[in-house]
Structure formats: C-alpha cells, structure tokens
C-alpha cells in the first residue's frame, strides 16, 4: 500500500530551485534512501514533507488524503515524524526525561486533569515512563536514564533522538543523516538498529545519509538527487553502477569518499 505520496514536488527559495519535480511513492513497510550530495535538496524534502517549508508547486498525499499544507504539529501527529541532521535535544535535561516529552504528543488527558493529578492523568503517566524506559532499552541507552543529554556523546545522543521520534508513535519515519559523526563500528550497529525498529514498531523509512556503506546495505530502494533533480532511482546495485550518479559525486568526491 503507498502509504507517503509526494507529486511532482517543487520547492524553489528566490532564484533557487532546491528540489525540482520530485516525485516518491513510498510503499507500508519500505526502507528507502534519499542520497546525493551536498545541497542536493535532500533535507528539503524532508522540510517540504513536514510541512517546515511550503510547497512551490506539487502534493503530499499521506494514507490517501492531501495532507498538502497541513500544519507541522498535525503531520506529526498523523504519523510522520523526522530527527534532524543537527540534533535537536534539551540537552540540560535527562535522557529519559527527554523521551518523556515526546511521549506527551500522545498523552490523552487534558491539563485540568493533570493539575489536579486525577486517577486516568496519572495512570497514564505511569505507563508512558514505562514506554519511555522500555524505547530507552530498545535503543540501549537505558543506563544512561539519569544523564544529561547534552553530555552524551554523539552517537548516543543521535539514538536518543531516534527515541524521541519513536515515542510520538510515528507511522513514517524520516532519519536525516542518523550516522553522521559516527565511526564505522557504530554505523554498522546503527544499520541493525534500524532494521530492528522497522520491525518492532512496524514503520516506514525515508533515510537521507552520506554512509554509503550504510545505505546500500540496509536500503531496499535508492533515490539519488542532484541540484534538486532526481537523476536516479532503483536497487543499490543499480545505483551504485549507475554513471550519472558517479559523476554527480564525482564533483565533491568518491560515491564512498
Ligand atoms: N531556507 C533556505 N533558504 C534558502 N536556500 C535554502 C534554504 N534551505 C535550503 N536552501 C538551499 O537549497 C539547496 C538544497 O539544500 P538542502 O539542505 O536540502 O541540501 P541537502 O541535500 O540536504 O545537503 P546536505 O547533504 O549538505 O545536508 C541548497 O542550495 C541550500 O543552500
């Protein structure tokens, strides 16, 4: 089933035409990279999908309905949610604590009932520090519970935020350079992370990453931008032959550089 449908998307800033007639269809299930180099437009499609920056021209089409202009909070609330390629934690509070505000998205009762601590408040809030602990687990970062976030190192701090984005229950998931600062030991580990979380939370991916080795093992489909086109899309073996997309990288360096 297509589950994330974008038509003929453009996106231009002044004179600029960041992406340019950009088509995707992502099907329930899927793992697709979004790859190509520097200001290619990628994190502009993850901009325009949720909502950050307007569409020039196209559609978004979620579960079926436009969801085109929809307001950012609503999108994530739909069921499409994205960590950012510059982290974005509250580094002063704990890593659980973290986890535990983006649970709020989810949290059902009102602010009244909060206040005045009622029973269905707190019940609820019991059970999402228990969901909070259990993704903190899932992610391996369940000793470091009680620290700062921002005094976690690097990779660790990306998979907190692969938590958070979790907690809000997304349906759509969209990682923007998950493996950036990583070194090649936690890359690999990271591949079977996300792997392991497409399958226990039933999601599907839209992967923007510079690790070639990482996308091409764990993609089942590559798109390739450039200067906001897409010059190529199939199967990793496809494009990792593809010449249009040797020579796109070959301005700025080897495919694997
Ligand atoms: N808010 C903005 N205003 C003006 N230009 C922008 C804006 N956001 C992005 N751009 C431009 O759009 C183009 C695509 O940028 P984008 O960040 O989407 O590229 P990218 O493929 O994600 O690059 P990278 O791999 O370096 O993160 C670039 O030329 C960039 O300078």
Redesign the pocket.
């Known amino acids: 089933m297509s589950l994330l449908k974008l038509e003929q998307v453009t996106k231009r ?2 004179g ?1 035409t ?2 340019s007639d950009f088509n995707l269809d992502l099907q329930e299930g899927e793992l697709v990279g979004l790859i ?10 993850f ?1 325009l999908i949720t909502n950050t ?1 307007y569409l020039s021209e196209g559609k978004i089409l979620f579960e079926g309905k436009d969801i085109t202009g929809l307001k950012t909070d609503r999108i994530a609330a739909a069921g499409i949610v994205r960590t950012f ?1 510059n982290i974005r934690l509250f580094g002063e509070l704990t890593v659980l604590e973290n986890v535990l505000t983006a649970c709020h998205l989810r949290l059902r009762s009102s602010v009244f009932s909060a206040v005045f601590g009622f029973p269905g408040y707190m019940r609820e809030e019991l059970a999402m520090r228990e969901k909070a602990r259990s993704l903190l687990k899932t992610l391996g970062l369940e000793k470091y519970e009680r620290d700062q976030a921002g005094s976690l190192p690097y990779g660790l701090q990306r998979k907190l935020e692969i938590a958070r984005a979790l907690a809000t229950q997304p349906k759509v998931l969209l990682l923007d ?1 998950p493996a950036a600062g990583m070194n090649p030991e936690e890359t690999l580990a990271l591949g079977a992370l996300i792997l392991k979380i497409r399958k226990e939370f039933q999601l599907t991916i839209l992967l ?1 990453e ?1 690790d070639m080795s990482l996308v091409m093992t764990i993609c089942e489909r590559i798109i390739v ?1 450039d200067h ?1 086109v897409t010059i190529a899309e199939g199967l990793p073996e496809e494009i990792q032959n593809n010449p249009d997309v040797i020579t796109a990288y070959l301005g700025t360096g080897d495919l694997y550089a």
Do not use: D, R, S, W
């Open positions: 800033f002044g600029l960041a992406v190509g180099p520097n200001g290619a437009g990628k994190t502009t499609v901009n920056y390629q350079e923007i510079h931008l906001g």
